[in-house]
């Protein structure tokens, strides 16, 4: 069974600052990788899919790369609405999540 | 407006039953395949269910396999979830997620949740 790791598992972070959090498969996905941004309470929000695919409506600053086995999730300029906890997702086989990347304010 | 709204949750004992419902709307629901995708209570996202546009592709993930059951009115632009010899384990927050037409398994619009949890 594929595992997916994610790294790191919390960071602190200020407004404007880069930010890249790193997702792992057990085995290769080719690009079959989605990141979703969830805020407490509420449900998650697809970001990117197909690793480099920018969701409609969401904003430039994210940006995703990466295929096989290792993949990123970048926010250029981090924004006081992006904090928020972070999940990969594959779906080269049944879908998997990742277990999260909370980022919060420094 | 795009929406899903979940419904059905609730407090249920051990080995008890539950349906849940997923109401959608603004968008034409025959299209797109659907997922169900719990949240334990400060935990992680599993995918528990999927089913494609027609009904004619189930799949579920091996925690739940033959306890739940998923299924779909398209007449009636809702998805469903029976919830069989429930467990503790099954608690969580169950979300409703529409697969993108691009791919169906990444998820691009998702319901607010409804609760569900068992206990004694």
């Known amino acids: 069974a594929i595992r997916m790791t994610q790294s790191p598992s919390s960071l602190s972070a200020s407004t404007g600052d880069r930010v890249t959090i790193t997702c792992r498969a057990s085995?290769?996905?080719?690009?079959?990788l989605a990141w979703y941004q969830q805020k407490p309470g509420k449900a998650p929000k697809l970001l990117i899919y197909?690793?480099?695919t920018l969701q409609s409506g969401v904003p430039s600053r994210f940006s995703g790369s990466g295929s096989g086995t290792d993949f990123t999730l970048t926010i250029s300029c981090l924004q006081s609405e992006d904090f928020a906890t972070y999940y990969c997702q594959q779906y080269y086989s049944y879908p998997l999540f990742g277990p999260g990347t909370k980022v919060d304010i420094k | 407006e795009v929406q899903l709204v979940e419904s059905g949750g609730g407090l249920v004992q051990p080995g008890g039953s539950l349906r849940l419902s997923c109401a959608a709307s603004?968008?034409?629901?025959?299209?797109?395949?659907m997922n169900w995708v719990r949240q334990a209570p400060g935990k992680g996202l599993e995918w528990v269910s999927y089913i494609s546009s027609s009904s004619s592709t189930i799949y579920y993930a091996d925690s739940v396999k033959g306890r739940f059951t998923i299924s779909r009115d398209n007449a009636k632009n809702s998805l469903y979830l029976q919830m069989n010899s429930l467990r503790a384990e099954d608690t969580a927050v169950y979300y409703c997620?529409?697969?993108?037409?691009?791919?169906?398994?990444?998820?691009?619009?998702w319901g607010q949740g409804t609760m569900v949890t068992v206990s004694s």
């Open positions: 603004g968008f034409t629901f025959s299209s797109y395949s």
């Open positions: 085995q290769g996905i080719s690009s079959y």
């Open positions: 997620a529409r697969g993108i037409a691009a791919t169906d398994h990444a998820f691009d619009i």
């Open positions: 197909a690793a480099s």
